[in-house]
């Protein structure tokens, strides 16, 4: 596997650490949501509401810049008040928008109804769709993420070559695919074997695991495993019981922090970019995971997915 060094010299012409490469979208967070909704024109009252920052990209991008990262970030927004307004947050949070590209089209537009640790989502794609390989600028940053892969199937296409691109210019590469709105999980063998570090939670793991092996059962450690078969390291979100990495045969555990959330959304974005900013730093597998979880944790503490978000310091 290449390590971070050997990409320095001939991906940092454009001065980034991270470019990530995905969605961003206004999300409304609803806080105390009724699990079943009720229609003919009746009205609930909940606990609480967020205007804030979304897209798994988008928070990923900001968790990283928070970190101190140089971080950019690529995808697309409408001409809109929510475009300006997702380009505007990002532009705050010291992550340069300088290669999103406006579309004619609407932004992205997230309602994310909370209960609890618990959410539903529900997401107008606008623009979304229509990102392409294309839209990628190549030779800007050292490292490149991608997110929300089942949300932008003109990425999606041409992804494999782009991904193996980059990495033959001496960059690295990370993907998390985040939730397949569809359930079919398509198309990713190629992906994978084009990509450094997969990033998925354990559900999104297993069912992966599921279509491109026919094996969803068993220990976690197992599933990492034949994903990792595939050619990526495989790092996965496991909630309570923390996180585990695989990478060439070696596993590693690091347990959950103890926190009293106020709003997850977000949270598995945060571990994300923990997880770079610490693998970019040069440190080890177990110190990585470490940081991701602390990352994931601390995020929690405030509505939204980038409000808490903490600095390196704060680690």
Request: aromatic share 4%; net charge negative.
């Amino acid at each position: 596997m290449r390590t971070v060094d050997q990409g320095v010299t001939a991906a940092m012409a454009g001065g980034f650490d991270l470019l990530v490469v995905g969605d961003a979208n206004p999300d409304i967070v609803l806080s105390g949501a009724p699990r079943e909704l009720a229609y003919g024109q009746r009205e609930r009252l909940v606990a609480g509401g967020d205007l804030v920052l979304g897209g798994s990209g988008a928070i990923t991008a900001c968790g990283a810049a928070r970190l101190g990262l140089r971080t950019a970030f690529a995808g697309r927004v409408g001409d809109d008040a929510a475009g300006r307004f997702v380009l505007g947050a990002l532009a705050e949070r010291g992550v340069d928008v300088s290669h999103c590209v406006t579309d004619p089209r609407p932004t992205a537009m997230t309602v994310v109804l909370a209960d609890g640790t618990d959410r539903a989502i529900l997401t107008s794609p606008g623009c979304l769709p229509y990102l392409t390989a294309g839209d990628v600028p190549r030779g800007l940053a050292r490292h490149v993420h991608v997110s929300s892969y089942f949300l932008q199937p003109g990425l999606a296409d041409g992804l494999p070559a782009l991904l193996a691109e980059l990495r033959a210019a001496g960059a690295t590469t990370s993907l998390d695919t985040n939730d397949d709105p569809a359930g079919r999980w398509d198309g990713l063998a190629d992906v994978l074997a084009a990509t450094d570090v997969f990033l998925p939670n354990a559900g999104e793991a297993r069912a992966i695991a599921a279509r491109l092996t026919g094996v969803r059962d068993g220990p976690l450690e197992a599933v990492a495993a034949r994903l990792g078969a595939l050619g990526p390291a495989v790092v996965v979100k496991d909630g309570a019981d923390g996180a585990l990495a695989w990478e060439s045969g070696l596993v590693t555990r690091a347990p959950a922090r103890p926190v009293e959330p106020v709003d997850t959304v977000g949270a598995g974005d945060s571990f994300d970019a923990g997880y770079l900013a610490a693998r970019l730093r040069g440190m080890s597998r177990r110190e990585c995971l470490d940081v991701a979880v602390a990352c994931g944790s601390l995020s929690t503490r405030a509505a939204g997915g980038t409000a808490a978000q903490p600095a390196w310091k704060e680690l």
